[in-house]
């Protein structure tokens, strides 16, 4: 290796702090390991690769003698080629590995068996955009962890999750899996994840056999794609990323993330996977990352086709000396390091750099102690789909469902209704899941006619039909439909997305209902029965016409394993519906972005009608139909008008703002109490108002209690001109308010650090 590179590297790599992942006696264990190690094992240990099993189809065509997928994969770990393998499972074939890797390979390293659980792993939770919808923090960390507890008992110990993509543009089919377009709640929710997935029962955190590695992705912006369109290039101000988009990592990271994954998508020319800006001088230098950053699937390669490589060869020297520590599917590491680094392209330092992370996560992880820790048969057998996981199932599907209207109090229904339930996803066992799970039987899953039905039992007046397909026309169905709804007292329309126009590459250039669907809503508009919406969806969308006109409407997401249950329950009034929304519903599909906290422009229009030359659409407002924070209950909320305990704020003194929140109906209520902020003068232009905390709490009939929330002055920083944290005196708004457009604002003023002589001028 050319002496210069072998210095550099020494210089960039040995002088790093020493990182407290490892005991000084793990770190010696690594030293020696590294020591005995080949570059071709080095190369091997930063090796992520797809699962196989016995049998696999490609078997078939194999010719005598030639080794089965499942025998190369095996040999693959046997010579330290591999150390990690997603998307496997099962007791049996996970001990069949480990034992390849632990006794029949050179050096004995454990093997990491990891899997994408990202809304549960047997039994299915609702999509995270659903949980994040419930804004209960505590719960969705309960749901990661039950799902590290049945993952963890079919043998493995890296979940790559949670996503924690911020996504405000509703096309990107991605926001499903996130916790929606706002950074505090995003952080919340990441941070609850990460707790869930790598918390494990006896206090060893990650080493507990029932601990799972999380992954925070897709590092970072992804959710910003132009156009929605995923893959996309995002074009993400250094600003516009550390105030919005790096946060939820920040969060997740000191929550005690230990592995992150790097995106497809490129900012500003430069891919994730060869941003050496994002990857080690924010994630490492900045902040101290100690833990693996893995690259998405095959993106090391796909760095040829972003037209920053000449071949695969150079995007592994770009994504290696960028930050990515292991390569996901491609091989590419195990290909090309070794040559690399003889070639002196790469220094070894930066090799075993990686590697010690590597070494490093799998100890923490317990695997040198205990590599079948996590893979017991019997223990599988129990864990596996538990009636307390289904229980919490049914619990975090009720608190995502969101009710946006109810006019003339048609919810909840009464017992005794005739119901015509009508609707593509009315029955059977489809798209109620959500998109991203591997391992799930939809069969487990109640639909909601099986929901309604065990719900009133003998007695249930229902009729089912579903007058349209998903995506086109039902011959006859729109006939049927009008009829079973003109022979009922009330509609239940079970409409929207399939599970396939969310997630992964499903990006939508209309965010609508689809048209058959929407012809469907009209057509039973007009028998003018009362009609109750139950929408199915992975993203915002803008309703029009009959859906967005009717009675009442309810956000149901992809609520999985419970979502009939759970759907009958909030219907017939047994649970009180308390979610509130993540995202921003538009009012129409070509508003998108459509989020809370824009910047008010030079040119603010006023509300009311279209005004030439201010900041609005021809045809509609800036605001949202529904808008972020909105959900209502089947009681009356009332918010009195906050107080302050000082509109003057001194430096080094505390606000206190306090609101008495009222439940004037005669049901009991779980109401989301949001605080939001605004900065009115600032060196930079500030959002019009931003989530600065919440809370949830439950009033019982004629309850009224009192919320204060608290602020200090570095409660009020922003980044500066120079992108560093800043605290600037001036006036500021706040709001105690159940969405982000209601309520009214309290203004107070943050005095000097020092008291400027002679003003005294006060609000
Ligand atoms: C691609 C997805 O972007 C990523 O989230 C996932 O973890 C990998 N595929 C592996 O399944």
């Not at 997928?69 to 480990?98: C, H, P, T, Y």
């Not at 391992?439 to 009133?456: C, H, I, T, Y």
């Not at 003068?681 to 919440?694: G, W």
Request: hydrophobic share 45%; with cysteine.
């Amino acid at each position: 290796m050319p002496r210069l590179i072998r210095a550099l590297g020494c210089l960039l790599f040995a002088s790093l702090p020493a990182l407290a992942l490892a005991t000084p006696a793990e770190e010696a264990r690594i030293d020696k390991l590294i020591g005995k190690m080949t570059l071709q094992e080095k190369a091997g240990q930063l090796t992520l690769v797809a699962a196989v099993y016995d049998d696999e189809p490609s078997d078939r065509e194999r010719k005598p003698g030639e080794p089965t997928a499942m025998e190369r994969q095996l040999n693959e770990i046997r010579d330290g080629k591999i150390s990690a393998v997603f998307n496997g499972i099962g007791a049996d074939w996970a001990r069949k590995l480990q034992r390849a890797a632990v006794k029949e390979s050179r050096l004995g390293i454990p093997l990491l068996i990891s899997v994408d659980a990202i809304h549960g792993f047997r039994t299915i939770f609702p999509v995270p955009l659903a949980e994040a919808a419930s804004w209960d923090v505590e719960l969705a960390e309960r749901v990661a962890r039950a799902t590290a507890v049945e993952a963890t008992a079919a043998g493995v110990a890296w979940n790559l999750a949670p996503n924690v993509d911020i996504a405000r543009d509703a096309r990107w089919g991605r926001g499903v899996e996130g916790a929606g377009e706002d950074v505090l709640l995003a952080q919340r929710m990441a941070a609850a994840r990460v707790r869930g997935i790598q918390k494990g029962e006896g206090g060893k955190h990650l080493a507990e056999p029932d601990a799972l590695l999380a992954t925070p992705k897709h590092f970072v912006g992804y959710g910003a794609a132009e156009g929605g369109l995923d893959y996309n290039p995002a074009d993400i101000s250094e600003r516009t990323l550390r105030e919005v988009y790096l946060p939820p990592f920040k969060a997740a990271i000191d929550a005690g993330a230990l592995a992150l994954m790097a995106g497809f998508h490129e900012i500003g020319g430069v891919p994730m996977m060869a941003n050496h800006h994002l990857l080690t001088e924010v994630l490492r230098d900045e902040w101290g990352y100690e833990g693996i950053v893995v690259s998405d699937y095959a993106a090391d390669h796909e760095l040829v086709e972003h037209g920053v490589a000449r071949d695969d060869r150079e995007a592994v020297k770009i994504a290696f000396m960028a930050g990515v520590d292991v390569s996901m599917t491609s091989r590419l590491y195990q290909q090309y390091l070794p040559d690399l680094v003889e070639a002196g392209e790469v220094p070894v330092e930066r090799l075993d750099q990686a590697v010690r992370r590597m070494l490093r996560v799998k100890m923490k992880l317990g695997l040198f102690e205990a590599p079948y820790g996590r893979i017991d048969a019997a223990r599988e057998k129990q864990l596996s789909h538990t009636p307390a996981a289904r229980a919490l199932a049914l619990q975090a599907a009720q608190r995502s469902i969101v009710l946006l209207k109810n006019d003339h109090d048609l919810l909840p229904l009464a017992r005794d209704a005739r119901v015509a339930l009508i609707g593509p996803l009315a029955g059977g066992p489809d798209h109620l899941n959500g998109p991203w799970t591997v391992f799930d039987d939809k069969r487990d899953a109640v639909s909601v006619e099986a929901g309604l039905r065990k719900a009133l039992g003998a007695n249930a007046r229902i009729s089912v039909s579903k007058g349209s397909n998903i995506d086109s026309p039902l011959p006859g169905g729109l006939e049927a439909a009008v009829s079973a709804a003109q022979n009922a007292d009330v509609v239940v329309l079970a409409i929207g997305e399939s599970e396939a126009m969310t997630g992964e590459a499903q990006s939508r250039t209309e965010v609508v209902i689809p048209p058959a669907q929407q012809a469907l809503a009209e057509a039973i508009a007009a028998t003018g029965r009362p009609t109750v919406v139950l929408l199915r969806t992975g993203r915002a969308l803008a309703l029009e016409g009959a859906v967005r006109d009717a009675d009442a409407i309810l956000v149901t997401w992809f609520l999985a394993a419970e979502t009939g249950n759970a759907i009958a329950d909030v219907l017939y009034g047994d649970v009180n519906p308390s979610g509130r929304l993540p995202v921003s519903f538009p009012q129409r599909p070509g508003q998108v972005p459509v989020y809370y906290a824009r910047k008010n422009t030079g040119r603010p229009a006023p509300a009311g009608p279209f005004q030439e030359y201010t900041a609005r659409y021809r045809d509609i407002g800036v605001g949202p139909l529904y808008p972020f924070g909105h959900g209502l209950g089947y009681s009356r909320v009332e918010y009195d008008e906050p107080t302050l305990n000082t509109t003057w704020l001194e430096w080094n003194g505390t606000l206190k703002v306090s609101a008495r929140v009222r439940n004037t109906g005669s049901r009991s209520v779980t109401e989301t109490v949001q605080f939001y902020l605004r900065d009115r003068v600032a060196s930079v232009t500030r959002p019009l108002r931003e989530l600065k905390d919440f809370r949830r709490i439950t009033l019982a009939p004629g309850e009224s209690r009192e919320l204060s929330f608290t602020l200090r002055h570095d409660d009020l920083a922003f980044l500066g001109d120079d992108l560093k944290p800043v605290v600037e005196p001036g006036d500021f708004d706040v709001w105690i308010a159940p969405s982000a457009t209601a309520g009214t604002p309290v203004r107070f003023k943050l005095m000097p650090e020092q008291p400027v002589p002679d003003s005294d001028e006060k609000p």
